[in-house]
């Protein structure tokens, strides 16, 4: 009897440790961007209309669009013909800013709506994306059938403009966002994640994806620059590189936490740039303006560090970055990964003096799929 105590006991440590508890505030977001390559369609456009300028050939596009949007009853879309990066970020004011590289998206699922286009009268755009954002409440819960509902409308209008499947890539991100140490203010309410992988989620609503399909997970940590922080090093402001301490002591400490618990995919970002993430062949660290381009191979065993800083200049975030292997998965999930993380960063924000009951240190939780429009039969 003893004997089957402890295994019981041991089976549900076990299972525990692939349980994450997020605060019962976390904030959820979907979205899927479908990019597409328009040459076809605009020869097709352009032998009818021989004279046409993007404008018009863009205005046609969007009113099927939008037509396509309301017959599917999608409340929040977007075109987009810019060829910049698309990013969609939660916010209690719904606005878009952009820059010279960026659409960033602010909205709040449970409240914002709209239909949006962005493009440049003059001139055409290498690609179209079509952005769709999840509304409503339990984003999380409801993302097969989002992501169901998108393709189909995408379905449909490749027919309708004699579109190709192989000029159509369907992108899903999914986001989970939160202030590691909210019990510490008072947010005592949990939800338990096992974080499983996007396709098992689907599958377990008999939502089938394509099987060549690329997926990744990883966590980016929002680690704020405070007067405390800054008095852990002597910081000379003469010298031509004077935060290079402050930098060097905060890479040494989270690549020392983030191995003792395996996890070697990691990057720390302190020089303004915005981390992109993407799954490549080859590990590939590549600044363009104001992103810096990330490509990890999750299939790798040894994994890589990558350490950005601008040691004459004082960010006013640190993001650290934390990818997960293939390794870093089980049969259950992620979910132990993001509890590994959440040590790290409990243990790192111990180490550089932030308080737990002011300090805020935001974990935004990325699981991301691509795929190609499936055949249809």
Not at 2 to 19: E, F, V
Not at 79 to 105: C, G, H, N, P, W
């Amino acid at each position: 009897m003893l004997q089957h105590r402890t295994r019981s006991s041991l089976i549900r440590k076990r299972s525990a440790a692939h349980k994450v508890y997020v605060p019962a505030t976390a904030r959820q977001n979907q979205y899927l961007l479908i990019e597409v390559k328009p040459d076809s369609l605009l020869t097709q456009f352009q032998s009818t209309y021989p004279q046409t300028i993007p404008e018009q050939f863009y205005q046609a596009l969007t009113a099927s669009f939008f037509q396509m949007c309301a017959q599917h009853n999608i409340e929040n879309a977007s075109f987009i013909a810019k060829d910049k990066l698309v990013r969609v970020i939660y916010s209690e004011e719904q606005q878009v800013i952009e820059t010279d590289q960026q659409l960033l998206f602010l909205y709040n699922p449970t409240t914002h709506q709209g239909r949006q286009r962005f493009y440049d009268p003059q001139r055409w755009a290498r690609k179209i994306q079509l952005l769709f954002l999840a509304t409503g409440e339990d984003i999380r819960e409801n993302a097969p059938q989002f992501h169901q509902k998108i393709t189909q409308l995408i379905t449909e209008f490749v027919k309708q403009n004699g579109l190709h499947l192989n000029e159509i890539e369907v992108k899903d991100f999914q986001h989970l966002t939160y202030d590691v140490f909210a019990a510490h203010k008072g947010e005592k309410r949990t939800q338990p994640h096992g974080f499983r992988p996007i396709e098992q989620r689907y599958l377990q609503q008999q939502l089938i994806l394509p099987a060549q399909r690329q997926t990744m997970t990883f966590a980016i940590a929002n680690l704020p620059v405070t007067n405390g922080l800054l008095r852990l090093c002597d910081i000379d402001g003469d010298a031509m590189d004077p935060y290079n301490p402050l930098y060097t002591l905060i890479a040494d400490r989270f690549t020392k936490l983030a191995r003792q618990y395996n996890l070697n995919h990691l990057a720390m970002v302190a020089n303004g740039r915005i981390p992109i993430i993407r799954q490549s062949d080859e590990d590939s660290i590549v600044p363009e303006g104001e992103l810096l381009n990330l490509g990890f191979d999750t299939h790798a065993i040894n994994g890589l560090l990558v350490s950005q800083w601008d040691a004459s200049k004082l960010v006013e975030t640190i993001r650290l970055v934390f990818i997960a292997s293939d390794h870093n998965c089980s049969h259950r999930g992620y979910g132990r990964f993001i509890n590994q993380v959440t040590q790290v960063l409990a243990q790192l924000a111990t180490q550089l003096g932030y308080t737990k009951e002011k300090d805020t240190i935001t974990l935004r939780v990325h699981q991301h799929l691509m795929h190609q429009l499936p055949e249809q039969n």
